[in-house]
């Protein structure tokens, strides 16, 4: 089974304070994606990735897909306690419905 | 409202008791999973369904069972439930084509004692 790697796998910072959580694979994606998790809710799509060197940002968050399009990056800029969650990415392959997964960062932010 | 919608939330059940999650989709979407969510684990597929009457394994599939009757819904089934299916039990659905966006139902947690 391919896997993505996240890391790290748990983060518990200041307010205010900015971080980078890691999603990496040593297989080739097509599209990558990056969910958050709310306690007892299911995964929420934040953003997809498409080409290799992309680069979106929504409000406070950056997310980068990797010029090989096998790793990708989500920065968080001046963190909110809001932005407490488990952050999973998951990579697309050759369109078949399926979707890889990596384990999860779980973030706190402590106010 | 567009939605994934799994029942029950929760569930207490002993061993060997059978048992049905419910899962359901308003959005026309041809393909549905079920994962289920473990510590440190993230997200293992269990089963998955390309449309209806067509099922297929995913990583994690001993121990459950599927049908998919309708386009809407996707049942999950332990014909016998064991403690280690004790879990975080998500359904989703996603449209064909586009990128694999997958929609999420709220979870179901499940004790099997």
């Known amino acids: 089974t391919q896997l993505l790697e996240q890391s790290p796998q748990f983060l518990s910072i200041q307010e205010g304070e900015n971080l980078t959580v890691y999603c990496n694979s040593s297989?080739?994606?097509?599209?990558l994606q990056w969910y958050r998790q709310e306690p007892g809710e299911g995964p929420v799509l934040l953003v997809t990735?498409?080409?290799g060197g992309e680069v979106k940002k929504l409000k406070r968050l950056t997310f980068q897909f990797g010029d090989a399009r096998k790793d990708s990056s989500l920065h968080i800029t001046a963190a909110q306690p809001g932005d407490t969650g488990l952050y999973l990415c998951?990579?697309?392959?050759?369109?078949?419905?399926?979707?890889?997964w990596g384990a999860g960062t779980k973030l706190i932010i402590k106010p | 409202e567009a939605q994934v919608t799994q029942n029950p939330r929760y569930l207490i059940t002993v061993t060997g008791k059978k048992l049905t999650v419910t899962c359901s989709q308003n959005?026309?979407?041809?393909?549905m999973s079920w994962y289920r969510q473990d510590p440190g684990l993230g997200l293992r597929q269990i089963y998955y369904?390309?449309?209806?009457?067509?099922?297929d394994k995913g990583d994690v599939p001993e121990g459950y069972k599927v049908s998919r009757k309708e386009k809407r819904n996707f049942p999950l089934i332990l014909e016998s439930p064991s403690p280690n299916q004790t879990s975080l039990y998500f359904c989703?659905?996603?449209?064909?084509?586009?990128?694999?966006?997958?929609?999420f139902g709220a979870g179901t947690r499940l004790s099997v004692l």
């Open positions: 998951a990579g697309e392959k050759d369109s078949n419905y399926q979707l890889i």
């Open positions: 297989s080739v994606f097509s599209s």
């Open positions: 959005m026309n979407h041809e393909y």
């Open positions: 989703a659905s996603q449209l064909r084509g586009g990128h694999n966006i997958q929609y």
């Open positions: 369904s390309m449309n209806v009457e067509v099922t």
């Open positions: 990735v498409v080409t």
